[in-house]
């Protein structure tokens, strides 16, 4: 619950399930938002499948990809640099009598979709025995997966998460003990399967120093197949003491990816990926960047009612330095 002035509400659970607003009807559950999820969700991926296979996703179409407030930052000048790149190459192809559209790779992207499966009502009802195998598949997302807060081994979530034959995934905190982290690996992975089971850290970056290694070393010792990715969101999530409003500091979210990469090379396993937070809207909801946003910045477009999200000049920025930590 939530209390405010002496009145206490049940918490917004997310849009799927009540609203934000402070009043008893907001509050109250609604089954009906669960179908305008599955509606939203259904035509979000619909524009994305007609961008990602109707030629939007083509290289020829690279500068268009940028948004325009971001041209003429020093990231998006950077970025146009890189592009002016991939033209002289396609150019060259050309010359070579080599036609890019008739390469679809060129052309078009593989897209998948992957959330986290929080309201177990919705994914049940989303959720099919393929008539071939007569296993069970989670038709929601490709993969989904489970937060630091519903990993209990004898929870439902993990569960649910057992009993599909998606690929899974596991939010990892700093409080995950080894012996714990090994049994989560047997509870979703059984059967050891390369590319099933993704581990997903979500420590803070004055933490994974100390979390993360022995957690990765005790993975390693045991054999089981994961998917390392690291999440430099949520740990590093704190409240603006100026004004009141969740945030994330961009340098903080860098010094997290800094150390899982500089980890996993240590150890001798494998950095796989990243789970970002990011918006295509000129938001100012986390600190710092190439903007150099202060707290008192915050309050000038804040849109999200739960998670701060990073902006295009700092995603942009963010991609830039992940590019130099791969090719390190």
Not at 274 to 284: A, M, Q, Y
Request: aromatic letters at 8%.
């Amino acid at each position: 619950t939530e209390t405010i002035k002496d009145e206490e509400l049940p918490s917004f659970r997310g849009e799927m399930v009540n609203s934000n607003d402070f009043n008893a009807e907001a509050r109250t559950a609604d089954p009906k938002r669960l179908l305008k999820a599955y509606e939203s969700a259904a035509y979000t991926l619909n524009l994305l499948r007609a961008f990602t296979k109707g030629g939007f996703a083509s290289l020829e179409r690279v500068h268009t990809w940028n948004l325009e407030y971001v041209k003429s930052s020093k990231e998006g000048q950077r970025y146009e640099q890189i592009a002016k790149g991939i033209d002289a190459s396609l150019d060259f192809m050309k010359s070579c009598g080599i036609n890019p559209q008739d390469d679809p790779r060129l052309e078009t992207v593989n897209f998948y979709s992957s959330h986290e499966a929080l309201i177990l009502g919705f994914e049940e009802a989303m959720t099919r025995k393929d008539s071939l195998s007569d296993d069970w598949y989670d038709c929601s997302a490709h993969m989904v997966w489970c937060g630091e807060r519903t990993r209990q081994l004898d929870g439902a979530h993990i569960e649910f998460l057992r009993g599909i034959e998606n690929p899974v995934g596991c939010k990892i905190g700093a409080t995950t003990t080894p012996k714990e982290l090994n049994k989560l690996c047997e509870a979703l992975n059984p059967e050891n399967i390369a590319g099933k089971l993704t581990l997903i850290t979500r420590m803070g970056e004055d933490k994974i120093k100390d979390a993360l290694p022995p957690l990765v070393e005790a993975v390693k010792k045991s054999g089981h197949n994961v998917v390392w990715v690291c999440d430099p969101m949520h740990g590093n999530t704190f409240v603006s003491k100026e004004t009141g409003l969740k945030t994330r500091d961009f340098e903080h979210i860098c010094t997290e990816i800094e150390n899982f990469f500089l980890i996993h090379r240590s150890i001798g396993t494998h950095p796989g990926g990243l789970h970002i937070e990011l918006t295509g809207d000129n938001v100012t909801e986390c600190l710092g960047g190439p903007d150099d946003l202060e707290h008192i910045d915050l309050t000038q477009n804040q849109k999200t009612q739960c998670d701060p999200q990073l902006n295009p000049t700092q995603s942009l920025d963010l991609a830039f330095r992940v590019s130099e930590l791969v090719g390190a």
